[in-house]
């Protein structure tokens, strides 16, 4: 059972990333995937939630509207599309699964 996130990196505000969380080893398509972040010194957030069928998702007030949550049931895969980036967004992000799994965390840093 597992959870790998990729697409981390440094982009400058304004800018544009979209992270992939990979999942194996669990019937993907029956579990609620949500992303969390957690910036240094700061406890750990929740970003955006999507359900089992990807029919329904919810978003953390500071990213709506920038980013959105889906998810490929046939390729065991989360994405979370991340626009008009800034300095605040910079954090390690995560991928969590219902059955509570989580992944090891991909850094996002937003700068200049």
């Known amino acids: 059972v597992q959870l790998v996130e990729s697409g981390g990196g440094l982009v400058q505000p304004g800018g544009s990333l979209r992270l992939s969380c990979a999942a194996s080893g669990f019937t993907f398509s029956s579990y609620t995937m949500t992303w969390f972040r957690q910036a240094p010194g700061k406890q750990r957030e929740l970003v955006a939630v999507?359900?089992?069928?990807?029919?329904?998702?919810n978003y953390a007030d500071s990213v709506k509207g920038r980013f959105t949550i889906s998810r490929d049931n046939a390729k065991n895969t989360v994405y979370l599309q991340m626009n008009s980036l800034k300095s605040e967004d910079t954090a390690v992000y995560y991928c969590?699964?219902?059955?509570?799994?989580w992944g090891p965390g991909t850094q996002v840093t937003v700068s200049s």
């Open positions: 999507i359900t089992s069928s990807g029919r329904s998702t």
């Open positions: 969590y699964a219902s059955l509570d799994i």
